[in-house]
């Protein structure tokens, strides 16, 4: 039986969503969450959009009450142009949509919203561009390792604003996503070479790479490996290595 894509599947709502709205209850500032849950929802509009232009699969859209998580059920392969352009789509329609507005307690917590969204830590937006913008100039594995060593150096950083309860709850909550990352570094690289075997993925660009060095594979490149004076197609270097491990 195919599953059917409802709004009720793919909406999530995150359990810090109801702390946070009891939380701005019980304190008298739910007027200002709900400015900050429509921005929220337009912003996340963008993402979804552009998402169904380029016909990705959206698994769930989780909503966080300091933003929202747009999942694809996608390969990790997918052409780096389309990845870019739904990752900044979301802060454009944001900027599109409220910084004309006369509001100004609603462009307040709009370009709150932009700039935190815009750091470079998992998950937020900041870290999908600059790991996408390194994919195109380094390898896929050193770029995510990357990604990883900036996110903590912001996170230690961003542990430095003053405190309040909500802030709190934002900080655990990025410092669970990144240890997540880490912890699942080695999967996301495998599952990278994975798809490249099974899938024989048509890229138009080429790369030469000197040994046997996975290591050095790049996104949206097909590789030529020469090892010992002999030359390899990827395919062939990706059968003898998932051979070998399994």
Request: hydrophobic residues 50%; proline residues 3%.
């Amino acid at each position: 039986m195919v599953k059917c894509l409802t709004i009720k599947n793919i909406f999530k709502i995150h359990p810090l969503f109801y702390i946070v709205s009891i939380l701005t209850l019980i304190t008298g500032f739910f007027k200002e969450f709900s400015y900050i849950m429509i921005i929220i929802l337009v912003h996340e509009l963008g993402h979804i959009l552009t998402s169904m232009h380029f016909k990705w699969k959206i698994e769930k859209i989780i909503i966080l009450p300091f933003g929202g998580l747009t999942l694809f059920n996608e390969k990790i392969n997918k052409p780096l142009k389309e990845e870019f352009i739904i990752a900044i789509s979301g802060p454009l329609t944001q900027l599109l949509i409220f910084s004309f507005l006369k509001n100004t307690l609603i462009l307040k917590y709009h370009y709150f919203l932009l700039l935190f969204n815009l750091l470079p830590i998992i998950p937020l937006d900041g870290s999908k561009i600059i790991n996408l913008l390194c994919n195109y100039l380094m390898p896929f594995k050193l770029c995510h390792k990357l990604t990883i060593i900036i996110s903590l150096v912001t996170i230690i950083l961003f542990s430095f604003i003053k405190f309040n309860l909500v802030t709190l709850i934002v900080l655990i909550f990025l410092i669970y996503k990144i240890i997540n990352e880490v912890q699942n570094h080695k999967n996301i690289f495998n599952k990278f070479l994975m798809e490249r075997y099974l899938y024989r993925i048509n890229f138009k660009k080429r790369k030469v790479i000197n040994g046997y060095n996975l290591n050095c594979m790049f996104r949206d490149y097909k590789h030529l490996f020469y090892v010992d004076n002999k030359c390899y197609s990827e395919h062939q270097i990706l059968k003898k290595s998932l051979t070998y491990k399994g």
